[in-house]
């Protein structure tokens, strides 16, 4: 999800994985695993590249969000379930 539209946005803007790399003052390895689902992004990564592609980082923050979601619940036999609690609370407290 994310590493997909993160690969999108930087290849929209014509960049290369090495620059994306130069500007995070990582390995390009990284962003090749960032943008294969493979690495975590981290929230100050996330601004930055929102910043570098010129998106509103709320475009990516559902898909940052959603990722951790996942990772928290990979393969749990109770995912699903966990997850629509978890719904319910986030509608309750917006109430």
Request: glycine share 6%; hydrophobic share 40%.
């Amino acid at each position: 999800m994310l590493g997909e539209r993160l690969k999108e946005l930087r290849e929209a803007k014509g960049l290369l994985q090495r620059q994306v790399a130069s500007t995070l003052d990582v390995d390009t390895g990284y962003v090749s695993k960032m943008e294969s689902n493979d690495k975590p992004v981290s929230r100050h990564h996330l601004k930055v590249l929102a910043r570098m592609y010129g998106v509103n980082e709320s475009e990516l923050l559902p898909l940052w969000l959603a990722q951790k979601i996942l990772k928290g619940v990979n393969k749990e036999s109770f995912a699903e379930d966990a997850q629509n609690l978890a719904i319910k609370e986030i509608q309750n407290r917006n109430k």
